[in-house]
């Protein structure tokens, strides 16, 4: 459960992903089947989760996390770094039956990439983990939450907010078709084009295809 030393006034909580990026970069990207030698190598923490809470912390705003990880050398070194961020990571639990998630990310010299996500135990961030997360959040919270667990636990994030008069921002990435009752328990939702072409089925080219979205 998250810390409540705080009283959790006027908190950020996000309830979402942690992934490890595991980022290479070479010349060009490798065609299937064809292995390359690149010239760089770095780990970063990342998931969308992740990312929110530490932009987030960064911009000066009180953050909790709640996310799933794995009892491994990646889930200690995430909880870490999200710490060093001012981060209360309280709200994180621990998968013994899963590897933390983790991206391996392939990137050229000219910026492009390809990436392949693993989500181990973000997938395993069940209704009961978040319910018990979120017991006690207070009606000045906001709560932060993105596609990347599964959406049973999202749906549950947003109805125990609805219950508790908190403000939901929602970022529907990874893009897929969302049930009505999410849209109504959102405050805020903030798409990309692609994303927005999907959940509206209006094709975006101008202002006001965008407004119609």
Excluded: W
Excluded at 12 to 37: C, H, Q
Excluded at 66 to 85: P, R, Y
Excluded at 156 to 174: F, G, S
């Amino acid at each position: 459960m998250l810390s409540m030393n705080t009283s959790i006034k006027d908190q950020i909580i996000v309830v979402g992903s942690i992934n490890t990026d595991m980022v290479v970069g070479a010349k060009k990207l490798p065609k299937p089947g064809e292995t390359l030698i690149g010239h760089k190598f770095f780990m970063n923490p990342g998931g969308k989760g992740g990312n929110q809470a530490v932009a987030a912390a960064r911009l000066g705003g009180e953050v909790s996390m709640v996310a799933n990880l794995g009892a491994d050398v990646f889930g200690d070194s995430a909880i870490a770094k999200l710490t060093d961020e001012g981060i209360d990571c309280a709200g994180i639990s621990r998968d013994n039956d899963s590897p933390s998630g983790v991206a391996i990310i392939n990137v050229d010299d000219e910026g492009e990439n390809q990436i392949v996500v693993a989500p181990g135990a973000n997938a395993n961030l069940n209704t009961r983990l978040v319910s018990a997360a979120l017991e006690q959040i207070a009606p000045s919270s906001i709560v932060l939450l993105q596609l990347e667990i599964p959406i049973v636990s999202v749906a549950r994030a947003i109805e125990v907010c609805q219950q508790k008069r908190c403000r939901v921002i929602l970022d529907p990435a990874p893009a897929q078709a969302l049930p009505k009752s999410i849209f109504e328990g959102t405050y805020l939702l903030t798409p990309n084009k692609n994303e927005a072409e999907l959940l509206s089925g209006i094709s975006i080219s101008d202002r006001d295809s965008v407004t119609c979205a």
